[in-house]
């Protein structure tokens, strides 16, 4: 079961090209994270490496790594250590072949509580996931830890209401997204601010829809690594907002940060005896729902 209350952290990062630094910047941020209070703690997607997904190159599948490899052997160890659960996003290498965007859940005593595959795969100019990775084939989970029943969503899955609500109903407590999105720099000061603006609003309308928790942590900085390419600018703005969407703690565009935030479990029991909006639902006219199109 869950504790009533307890805290949370997300990590906002300038991650780069070399998997051994990220890890080592990463484990130390975790630590002090935990150090900080924060009892469950979340990475930004795909941390060990630079976004890779700017472009479409199979050198870059060499950045994967099988289950329970480095990365599970050395956030499990700290996790272990520190007695606090850490969600670790990875590149996940099933098979030859068959790769995965993937985030462990590690539990206080360094076991895994749960594995996530991001279920929906983008593909737009810079973030061509569709060539690197398959679609999750675990569903959509809440995951019981020691500290809290958790829910993981990767990125892409951030715009998705579906995904949220059967998250939220098989009991997550919190929705954490890590991800990695930004600005194409050339279409910043013409779009910039209403997408930033749209990320925010559909995981904060996540947060109220559903009565939960919801943490963002995004990473930072201008990652320009191809040629004659502009790259693109990590907005940063990591976030945690509490279940009627009120912001709790929010990054800024360009700094690491930690943010920490309290998850109380009889305010959300409050809110969604208030507001009820799983009670409401017309489940037997929602069939459609799992049409592509009502045509």
């Known amino acids: 079961m869950s504790v009533k209350k307890y805290k949370i952290a997300v990590i906002q990062l300038n991650l780069n090209d070399v998997a051994e630094n990220n890890l080592k910047k990463c484990l130390s941020w975790v630590r002090d994270a935990a ?32 289950l329970y490899g480095t990365s599970f052997v050395a956030f499990s160890a700290l996790a272990k250590e520190l007695g606090v659960v850490i969600i670790v996003p990875f590149f996940e290498k099933r098979m030859a072949g068959i790769y995965h965007n993937s985030a462990y859940i590690i539990d206080t005593d360094g076991t895994e509580a749960g594995l996530y595959r991001k279920m929906h795969i983008p593909d737009d100019p810079h973030f061509y996931e569709k060539f690197y990775f398959t679609p999750g084939d675990l569903g959509f989970q809440a995951i019981q830890t020691k500290k809290g029943k958790v829910g993981t969503l990767i990125c892409w899955d951030q715009w998705y209401p579906e995904a949220a609500r059967l998250t939220a109903l098989k009991g997550a407590e919190v929705l954490f997204y890590p991800t990695a999105i930004g600005w194409h720099p050339q279409e910043k000061e013409e779009f910039g601010e209403n997408q930033h603006g749209a990320w925010m609003n559909v995981m904060k309308g996540h947060a109220v829809a559903n009565g939960v928790f919801v943490a963002a942590a995004n990473r930072i900085g201008l990652e320009q690594y191809l040629p004659d390419t502009a790259g693109i600018q990590f907005w940063g703005s990591s976030f945690i907002a509490g279940p009627q969407g009120e912001i709790l703690a929010q990054a800024s565009h360009d700094q690491e940060e930690i943010l920490i935030a309290e998850v109380d479990l009889d ?26 199109a009502i045509d």
């Open 35 to 66: 150090n900080k209070g924060a009892e469950v703690i979340l990475l930004p997607e795909l941390y060990s490496s630079h976004y890779f997904c700017q472009s479409e190159d199979v050198d870059n599948f060499a950045l994967a790594e099988p």
């Open 267 to 292: 305010l959300q029991e409050n809110v969604r005896q208030n507001w009820p909006f799983f009670r409401d639902r017309r489940i037997d006219a929602f069939g459609d729902i799992t049409k592509r």
